[in-house]
C-alpha cells in the first residue's frame, strides 16, 4: 500500500511495545530516527490536513516519535542540521550532523543493518554507552531475524560526538532497531491465486532483507510450501 506503520522497536538489548512509555533509551533511539530524517509533516492552511513530504518510511519514524509525545519540529530547531551525507542504494544509509544546544556537534545515522551495525564500536545499553562486543552484535542480530521473520523491514539507528566538521562514519555507538510494515495491496493476494490458476509466474523483485521478502511472499501467496 506504500502505507508504512512502525510495528517494533529494539533499543539497550530489550523489546519495546510501540504504545510503551520511551525510557532515555527508546527517547535516544527517536530523536535519531527524527534527525536523520528528511520527512516533513505539516498542517494545510484551510483545512488542517495533514500534508506528507518525503517516503513513507520516514514518515512513518515521524510518526511514532509524535506518538512518545516528541515534536519533531522542535527538535529539529534544537539540534539544527549542519552537514548530511543523503542516502542512496550503493551506502544503504544516511547520516547528518547537528549541532546540539551546547554548541557540540553529534552525528546521526541510519540504514541497513548490514551496513550501519560494523560501524558501530560502542552499544547503547540501559545503564549507559558501552564497548560492543560480540554478545551484543549476536543479540542485534538475533533480533533482525525475528523481525525480518514477521514481514518487518528494519533499519539500524547509531549515533556519536563529532569533534570536526567533516562526518566521520566510523566509531559509531548503536542505539536500536526500528521494524516497519507495509500491508499488501488489497486484491494482490487473489490476482497471485488467479494467475497460478493460470499457469503464469509470477515473481517479486525487491531490496527488502531476505526473510522479510520471504515472509511477505508468504502472506500473498507467492510462496507456497514446496
Given amino acids: 500500500q506504500n502505507r508504512m506503520a512502525v510495528r517494533a522497536l529494539y533499543a539497550a538489548g530489550g523489546r519495546y511495545e510501540t504504545g510503551a512509555t520511551p525510557d532515555a533509551p527508546l527517547r535516544e533511539l527517536l530523536h535519531t530516527a527524527v534527525l536523520c530524517n528528511d520527512a516533513r509533516l505539516m498542517k494545510a492552511e484551510k483545512?488542517?490536513?495533514?500534508?506528507?513530504?518525503?517516503?513513507?518510511?520516514?514518515?512513518?519514524?515521524?510518526?511514532?516519535?509524535?506518538?512518545?509525545?516528541?515534536?519533531?519540529?522542535?527538535?529539529?530547531?534544537?539540534?539544527?542540521?549542519?552537514?548530511?551525507?543523503?542516502?542512496?542504494?550503493?551506502?544503504?544509509?544516511?547520516?547528518?550532523?547537528?549541532?546540539?544546544?551546547?554548541?557540540?556537534?553529534?552525528?546521526?545515522?541510519?540504514?541497513?543493518?548490514?551496513?550501519?551495525?560494523?560501524?558501530?564500536?560502542?552499544?547503547?545499553?540501559?545503564?549507559?554507552?558501552?564497548?560492543?562486543?560480540?554478545?551484543h552484535r549476536s543479540a542485534v542480530l538475533d533480533e533482525v531475524e525475528r523481525m525480518t521473520g514477521t514481514a518487518l523491514r528494519v533499519l539500524a539507528f547509531a549515533t556519536k560526538r563529532e569533534a570536526g566538521d567533516v562526518i566521520d562514519e566510523t566509531g559509531m555507538v548503536f542505539l536500536g532497531l526500528i521494524g516497519m510494515i507495509d500491508p499488501p495491496r488489497e486484491g494482490v493476494t487473489e490476482a497471485i491465486a488467479t494467475c497460478h490458476q493460470a499457469g503464469v509466474a509470477v515473481v517479486m523483485i525487491t531490496s527488502d532483507h531476505p526473510n522479510t521478502a520471504a515472509a511477505i511472499a508468504r502472506e500473498i501467496g507467492l510462496l507456497r510450501p514446496g
Fill in 47 to 135: 483545512s488542517g490536513t495533514e500534508i506528507v513530504q518525503n517516503d513513507p518510511t520516514e514518515t512513518a519514524l515521524l510518526r511514532i516519535a509524535q506518538q512518545k509525545n516528541l515534536d519533531p519540529k522542535a527538535l529539529r530547531v534544537e539540534q539544527a542540521r549542519v552537514a548530511e551525507i543523503p542516502f542512496d542504494s550503493d551506502r544503504k544509509r544516511m547520516s547528518v550532523s547537528v549541532r546540539e544546544s551546547d554548541g557540540s556537534r553529534r552525528v546521526h545515522l541510519k540504514g541497513s543493518v548490514e551496513t550501519v551495525l560494523p560501524l558501530c564500536v560502542g552499544f547503547r545499553a540501559a545503564d549507559g554507552e558501552q564497548p560492543m562486543t560480540d554478545a
